[in-house]
Structure formats: structure tokens, C-alpha cells
């Protein structure tokens, strides 16, 4: 996982399709998808996305910071993604190098969450940066 | 008070004085309530005939106006219709509100009769996209449509309205009206500071050979004045994308062209000499700058101008300053700044050599009257001379398109409507219908291809219907040139699928349609014709015979450089 890059967004919640506003927009520059974490708080939506590191991620970086409804979208510099799982009632921190949670767990009673360890932030709104430069 | 009585209160409230559109199930109810309007003569509905009409009717309205175009259409096929005519809009960054009809909120998603995921199909081509779920929630995202699709880069926006809302009794205390900040939406903010315009002076000051390239950018910000005004401070010539064409008139002396793919060859050659390139409004697509290589070899210095700051930020070059904002008034400050220092620029040969390009290209775009139909250039050059200097030109897309791009003379703002990024075959006739409406004082000329008006003629019959009076001129070259012209040079002359055959008659189908039609054999037959339609005051059809294989020169080979031009018939040999 070390081409991973992890982008956090704040979206408004008009209905489920603003997931796939954001979603298309990766797919549209051919950036694959490695995971996503998301909830509904209120009229917002906080989703972070992980994806490889792509030619095309500056660029779906600006495309999402102008995207109607998107508030912001910040890449997390220097992301460590920690792997945990949740089996029997305990998490469980994953070593990186363990196969163990790269399955689908079907029948199993045990949850992947991957959680985003970062020093600083590269982040865009309509045009305004704050943070590091991309 | 019902959801549709809401919806067209609130369209009066937003100054909506035209809709285009087709009804059908799914927004009649809609069409019922704007009866009253239409009778009290407040709202005009436009029938076209296809949606893609409506569509592109509206965008043709927008970009005459300077103002949202509105069309409608019914839920399923009918919004699926509007999709072509929506990403046209959004490519070329025109303002366009749709309303669309819905199945009713219990049968979405149940594969029920004319039922699409309009949200889902159109969601990648538009602005933005909102299906209304609440009655109460018509006015505010109505507002909030007009608003989004005129802020910051212009573009399309739907509201797709399920049909039990129309019907729906609204209860006043849940009515979401007004204007209240659009989340996840903001106006882009304005890097214009002293110091950066300073910078830009100073770029500009000691420039050597200052070229000022405009696009779509500033012929929507209105900028002419400001162009023309910094162009003579500088003394710097103008080239143009394809879209930003009439941000300057093409008759001022130091206005080059069209530069780009099938630009003219001085434009490009300007453009790779120039030391120093001052764009404003344009966003230098694959279209204009063909290679980036081009520009990274010059080593050359760019300032841009643009509205949308990612937009600069995207470029794969090194720009020097960044000028984000409205380009007029960013123009302004820099005009104010050159007056402050009081510079006098000694150009002349830098112009010198401009004239020197134009006089030598020229001998390659006038030439080949071989007697075989009416040469482009020509024909062109007579219509310009018969129509009003404010006459607003459509087209449609193709070889006619790149020949008004390189020939036609625009001469004021707003009065060259095109589909540049999407390419829509088809765009001009339901396009002009549109600008006619907006300016209804106005010659407005769709400058068509035989390949394009057959994809939307029909909306012909709409400008019979509601007196629009449109003139068509109709480039007839039986064929698709364009592609037929790329199989002709770059696929070893394996001509396919592209010709037409000889037994249409587009002077009947005009009188079928009840427009009128004309044959212009001739140059003289071209200026009668246009002068009789301007008098008839009717929609009419002007027929003008093109050789088959005529080129749309010059061109590129496929994924050029802008140094790769190609001026002559390469089938003709050296």
C-alpha cells in the first residue's frame, strides 16, 4: 500500500447519489478505488477514499474541489493506513504485511477498517487552498 | 396550490419568459398550470420537435443572451432526449436550466413505464443535478438552479420533478423559498491583487512579441472593449479559440484568427513565435493547443485569465501569473496599470511580421476555382457582406463549421454560437431557433452542413410553426466531409459509410416544412436568396452546392503539433 493515497471530503447530503458524484470522479480519470469509509451526519456526508496514486490524482483533486455540493476535499500528506479488524467483540490492529483481512469475510463475524494516520493536509475548496500544495 | 402552480410561480419569480420544451405524461401537469401564463402572454412555450432541439434551443437562447435558456421534458424517453444537448451546454460552459418530468416518487426505481435515472444518467454531463423530493423544496432549488448555472463557469443544470409533486397540494408553511447559501457551492474566489498585475505589466512591458489569445471566457464576460482597448496599449496581436471567436471583432486590424486544430495558419504560427501569451478566458484544450510540447519548447511566458482557478492549475505548463477572476474587470486593472506607467511600445516588427504571415497564407486559403460548386471561402465571404454587422452566425459541426472558424467574420458579441467542445452535429438549426428568440431583432443565420441539418431539421417546422424566422444556409456536400476528409488523408483514401446519396431535395423538405427553400448556384443566386429571406421576414432553407472532397484546410494530422500544419491538398502533391 505504499502508492496509497487517502482523501478526505465533506459532501452535502442531497441523496445518496453525491457517493457517486465523487466516485465518478475517479473513475472518469481511471483512478482505482482501494476503499471507502463514509456516514451521514445530518445534510452531510464525511467520506474518505483511498486510492492508488495516479497521474490523474492532482487533477481529480481539482475536479472534485468544484464539483457542486463537495465542500471540501483534502489529501492527506504522508497517510499511514492502519489496518484493523473487528472480530468477536475486539479490534484487532492488523500488521501490514498479514494476509489476514484481504479476504472477503463472508460468514465471518469480523469487520476491515483501515484507519488514516496523517501528519498534515493538502486541501482545496472552489478554487481557495488551504494547507500544503498538492 | 399544487407543485406545478409552485413551480411555474417561481419561474415567473426568476424572470422566465421562454420555455423550450416537448410535453408529455410526466410534465403535463406543469404545461397545464403555464396555460394561464402563456394566455396572459407572460410565458412563451416553444414545441420543438425533438428534446435534443429543446436542449440545444436553450443553449442557442443562453448564448445569445448572456442569460439562462429553459427547456422541459417529459420523464424517460423524453429526458433521455435533452442528454446530447445538456453535455453540449456543459463543454461549452452555456447556461441551461431543464426541467424534467418524473415517474411518481412510489414508482421510481421499478423500472415503471418512461421511467429513467435521469439523476444517474445526466449527473456526469451537468452542473449539477437535483430530483426534488419535497413539494415544499421546489422554489429554493429552482433558485438555486438559475444561480448555479450562471455563478462562476457558466453550465447546465436539471431539476427533475416527479410528477406526484406537480399534483401535489403544497402547504405554505413548509415552502423552502429563497436564496440561502447553496452548500457545497461558492463563488470562486479573485486573485487579482496589485502585486500580480504588477508582475503581469511587467511580463507584458518586455514582451518582444505579445500575442493576446481570447476564448469563450471573454466573449461571456463581455470583454471586448478591454481587449481591444489593452491589444492597441500593447500593440499586440489577437488569435482566438474556436468559441471565443466573437470576443473581438474579426475585422480589427490587429485580430489574427481562429488558432488550433483547423485554425488559421497564421494564428498558430503567431502563436508559436509569440514570446509572451496573455490568455484570457480560455482554457487551452487539446483543440486549441494540440501539442503542450509546443509550448514548453518556446520556453515562452504565459499570463492567464480565467474565472476558475483549477482551471489554471490543471495546465500542464508553467504559468507566470495567474489572474483569477471575471476577465473584464481583471482586463481593466491591467489596463489601468499600463496607463499609470505610460509606456509607448515600439512593435513594428513583430507586426510586420503578422502581416507578412497573413499575406503569405493567404495565397493558400483563396484559391481553386475549379468551377465544381461555390468555394467556402467565398460563400462566406458573400453572406458577410448581405447580413448585418450584428447578425448572430450558428453552426453545426463539421467541415463547414471549421470554415466559418477560419473565414467567417464575426463582428460583434455573441453573434458566433458553435458547439466547440462537445462537437454536436446537429446544434445549429434548433441552436439558431434559440438565439432568434433571444434576439428577436436580430439576422440570425445558421451556417449548416448537410450531415448536421439532417440530425435536427426537424425543428425546422418549429420555426414555421411560431414564426421564427431563421435563415439556414446549407453547405451541401453530400457527404460527411469532415470524417470523409480524415479516411481521405490519413487513412489511405479508404473513404467509408460517409456519402451521401444524390436524391435528396433539401429545397423540398423546406417547403414541406413550410419554410422556403432556395438553390443558389451561384454567388448572385446566394445574395438574392439571403436578401429574399431577410424580406420575406420567414424560416428559410438556402441549398449552396459543395464539391464533394472539398479539405478544410488548414488541418493536422492526427495528435499533431501546431507546427505540423497542413496548408495545401496533399492529394495534389507538391
Known sequence: MTQEKVIRLTVLYTDAGC????????????????????????????????????QNLKLALLNLSKT??????????????????????????????????????????????YIPVYTRIAGYRWGEKYGENI | MKGADLTAKTLKELNVKIIFG??????????????????????????MRHEQGAAHAADGYARALGKPGVC??????????????????????????????????????????????????????????????????IPIWLYNAFHIAVEGRPGPVVVDIPRDIFSEKVVNGDIRFGREAIKG??????????????????????AERPLILVGSGAVTSMATDEIVTLADMLIAPIVSTLLGKSAVPNDYPLYIGMMGY???????????????????????????????????????????????????????????????GDAKAILRKLIDSLMSIGVKFERSNWIRRIYEFKDYYSHFYYVDEDGV???????????????????????????????????????????????????????????????????????????????????????LSTAVDEHIPIIVVLF??????????????FFGGRVISVDFGSTIDYIKIAEGLGALGFDAQTYEDLVVAIKRSMRENMPSVVRIPIKRDELSLPTLPPGGSLREMILHDPRKGD
Open chain 2, 262 to 324: 483547423y485554425g488559421r495558419a497564421e494564428a498558430n504560427t503567431a502563436f508559436l513565435e509569440s514570446d509572451v501569451v496573455l490568455v484570457v478566458g480560455a482554457r487551452l484544450s487539446d483543440r486549441t493547443v494540440t501539442s503542450y510540447k509546443d509550448i514548453v519548447d518556446s520556453r515562452k511566458k504565459f499570463i492567464v485569465i480565467n474565472i476558475d482557478p483549477t482551471d489554471v492549475e490543471r495546465l500542464p505548463i508553467n504559468v507566470d501569473v495567474a489572474l483569477i
Open chain 2, 72 to 137: 422541459t421534458a417529459t420523464s424517460g424517453p423524453g429526458a433521455l432526449n435533452l442528454v446530447t444537448g445538456l453535455a453540449t451546454a456543459y463543454w461549452d460552459s452555456s447556461p441551461v436550466v431543464a426541467i424534467t418530468g418524473q415517474v411518481p416518487r412510489a414508482s421510481i426505481g421499478k423500472m415503471s413505464f418512461q421511467e429513467a435515472d435521469i439523476p444517474g444518467v445526466v449527473q456526469n454531463i451537468v452542473k449539477f443535478v437535483i430530483q426534488i423530493r419535497n413539494v415544499g423544496d
Open chain 2, 373 to 459: 460548386g461555390l468555394k467556402p471561402w467565398r460563400a462566406l465571404k458573400t453572406i458577410r457582406g448581405v447580413l448585418p454587422r450584428d447578425a448572430i452566425v450558428t453552426t453545426g459541426v463539421g467541415q463547414h463549421q471549421m470554415w466559418c472558424g477560419v473565414f467567417w467574420e464575426a463582428l460583434e458579441p455573441r453573434t458566433f454560437i458553435t458547439s466547440g467542445g462537445m462537437g454536436t452535429m446537429g446544434f445549429g438549426l434548433p441552436a439558431a431557433i434559440g438565439a432568434k428568440v433571444a434576439q428577436p431583432n436580430r439576422v440570425v443565420v445558421d451556417l449548416d452542413g448537410d450531415g448536421s441539418f439532417l440530425m435536427t431539421m426537424n425543428n
Open chain 2, 22 to 47: 416537448i410535453p408529455g405524461l410526466s410534465n403535463m401537469t406543469l404545461y397545464d398550470t403555464l396555460v394561464d401564463y402563456v394566455k396572459s402572454g407572460e410565458m412563451r412555450l416553444i414545441l
Open chain 2, 185 to 206: 457551492f461558492r463563488r470562486f474566489p479573485i486573485y487579482a491583487d496589485p502585486i500580480l498585475i504588477k508582475k503581469a505589466v511587467e511580463i507584458l512591458v518586455n
Open chain 2, 476 to 489: 451541401d456536400n453530400r457527404t460527411l466531409g469532415l470524417v470523409r476528409q480524415v479516411q481521405d488523408l
Open chain 1, 68 to 113: 457542486v455540493g463537495v465542500e471540501s476535499v483534502e489529501l492527506l500528506l504522508d497517510a499511514k493506513v492502519k489496518r484493523y479488524v473487528y472480530t468477536n467483540g475486539k479490534f484487532e490492529k492488523v500488521a501490514e504485511e498479514s494476509p489476514a483481512n484481504e479476504s472477503i469475510n463472508i460468514g465471518f463475524r469480523q469487520f476491515v477498517v
Open chain 1, 19 to 54: 457517493i457517486e458524484r465523487v466516485v465518478a470522479v475517479f473513475r472518469k480519470l481511471l483512478i482505482d478505488v482501494n476503499w471507502i469509509w463514509g456516514r451521514r451526519i445530518d445534510s452531510h456526508y464525511e467520506m474518505y477514499v483511498s486510492v492508488k496514486d495516479h
